[in-house]
Structure formats: structure tokens, C-alpha cells
């Protein structure tokens, strides 16, 4: 089982930044996948950016140029910078981490809240 907590959020004005966080314990597969996803009212839940553990990104395009994901390997973290912030970006950001082999189970976080005001 793996456990995952994330913090950073909160309510921001337009063209602000928020940087959030995500720690994971428990039992961590050294090559694995983690990955900031979000959910607006009403809407599927979406990617937001992915990173493997050998660094590789992917971005959603609304997210591309304005946010960054990174992750610390020894402290099992990803961090999402996030810039140039808009109210379209208001969502619960949830973490996600899953090991790098066939059929490898998800685990996710409780999400965070971000507001952005107009």
C-alpha cells in the first residue's frame, strides 16, 4: 500500500502562483510514475502532468508553459509549480503514483483545493 498527501493548495488571485507538494510512503516501487490530475465541479477528472522517475515530463496543454512538475526521488515527492495562474485552474488537484510494470494498481491522494479568483 502506498500513502500519499499533498498540500499547497489555496485560493489565489488571477496571474498568481501556487507550488503544491505531494509526499508518498509505504511500500514505493523504485521506478514508477507520479502525476498531478484535477477535478472542477461538475467535470471528468483530468491530467494536469506526469513524471517518471527517470524524469520524463508530459503536460496537459491547458498546463504547458505555465506549470512545472518536478520530484525529489529520496524523498519519494513531486512538487507542481504552478504560474500564470487562471480561474479556469480552480479544481480539487489530486496526486497519483503508480508503479512502472503490468498492472501496477493506482494510488491517490485526498486532493487539495485551489481557487483562483478573478
Known amino acids: 500500500q502506498v500513502q500519499l498527501v499533498e498540500s499547497g493548495g489555496g485560493l489565489v488571485q488571477a496571474g498568481g502562483s501556487l507550488r503544491l507538494s505531494c509526499g508518498a510512503s509505504?511500500?514505493?516501487?523504485?521506478?514508477?510514475?507520479m502525476g498531478w490530475y484535477r477535478q472542477a465541479p461538475g467535470k471528468q477528472r483530468e491530467l494536469v502532468a506526469v513524471?517518471?522517475?527517470?524524469?520524463?515530463?508530459l503536460y496537459a496543454d491547458s498546463a504547458k508553459g505555465r506549470f512545472t512538475i518536478s520530484r525529489d526521488n529520496a524523498k519519494n515527492t513531486v512538487y507542481l509549480q504552478m504560474n500564470s495562474l487562471k480561474p479556469e485552474d480552480t479544481a480539487v488537484y489530486y496526486c497519483?503514483?503508480?508503479?512502472?510494470?503490468?498492472?501496477?494498481?493506482?494510488?491517490w491522494g485526498q486532493g487539495t483545493q485551489v481557487t483562483v479568483s478573478s
Open positions: 497519483k503514483i503508480t508503479a512502472d510494470f503490468r498492472g501496477a494498481p493506482a494510488f
Open positions: 513524471i517518471t522517475s527517470g524524469g520524463s515530463t
Open positions: 509505504g511500500t514505493i516501487f523504485r521506478l514508477n510514475t
